[in-house]
């Protein structure tokens, strides 16, 4: 279960709003902002199979989550 709805949730409660669109671009700095936003959806949705660890680096350090709660494994 990958939480990246709840961090950015999260994020926004602790007086940091994270949009979905500056994310992408930071997880996929070489791709076009269309497919950013299909990516994005994808990965909001649940529909990418794999999760590459430069982009858990990238969503914990933009919503200041840990890697243990984008998995599940922590309420921090």
């Known amino acids: ?3 990246i709805n709840e961090a950015i949730l ?3 409660l602790n007086g940091k709003k994270v949009f979905k669109k500056d994310l ?3 997880i996929w700095p070489d791709s076009t902002e269309a497919a950013q936003q299909v990516n994005m ?3 909001c949705r649940g529909k990418k199979l794999k999760v590459a660890p430069e982009w858990v680096v990238a969503i914990c350090q933009e919503c200041g ?3 243990d709660f984008l998995f599940g494994l922590s309420e921090e």
Do not use: P, Y
């Open 1 to 3: 279960m990958f939480r």
């Open 10 to 12: 999260k994020s926004g």
């Open 24 to 26: 992408a671009a930071k």
């Open 41 to 43: 959806t994808a990965l």
């Open 65 to 67: 989550c840990s890697a």
